[in-house]
């Protein structure tokens, strides 16, 4: 009974609990972004994590990370975009979203790392899932 209640205490302290994650790699640079709660309409706080060579490397503290979330027009719907300048906290940035609506969202990351070397990056999360399923390219 314990060892089960360990087990999932460690994965919710992992941040792999009910939340969203969605993670990209780059050829130096793996970016986690995630969230507390699944994404939703409404109001978000993101958090970014960045490091250097896949998820346990080291941190990496950007001097500038930004994101915009944006759903291209469709018929009957304008073009719609929120984007924050990400907030150091600790040792990850964070930064509010606001999504007017359900769906599913693009965005684009930039980064400029401790090194001053500028990464854009592009995914997309579907409002109300947990994670983000379709990178498995491991």
């Given amino acids: 009974m314990k060892k089960s209640l360990l087990g999932t205490l460690l994965l919710s302290s992992l941040g792999f609990g009910a939340g969203f994650m969605s993670m990209v790699d780059t050829k130096d640079l793996h970016i ?60 990850n940035f964070e930064c509010n979203i606001n999504f007017s609506m359900n769906g599913t969202w693009q965005y684009q990351i930039f980064i400029k790392d401790d090194k001053g070397v500028d990464y854009k990056e592009r995914g997309s999360v579907n409002l109300g899932q947990a994670s983000d399923h379709s990178h498995h390219h491991h």
């Avoid at 994590?49 to 001097?63: T, Y």
Wanted: proline residues 5%; negative net charge.
């Fill in 32 to 91: 986690m972004l995630s969230s507390e709660k699944v994404l939703s309409e409404g109001d978000n706080k993101i958090v970014v994590e960045l490091n250097r060579d896949g998820h346990g490397g080291d941190v990496v503290v950007a001097k500038d990370v930004r994101i915009k979330f944006f759903m291209p027009e469709m018929p009957g719907m304008p073009y719609m975009e929120s984007k924050d300048i990400c907030k150091k906290v600790g040792s």
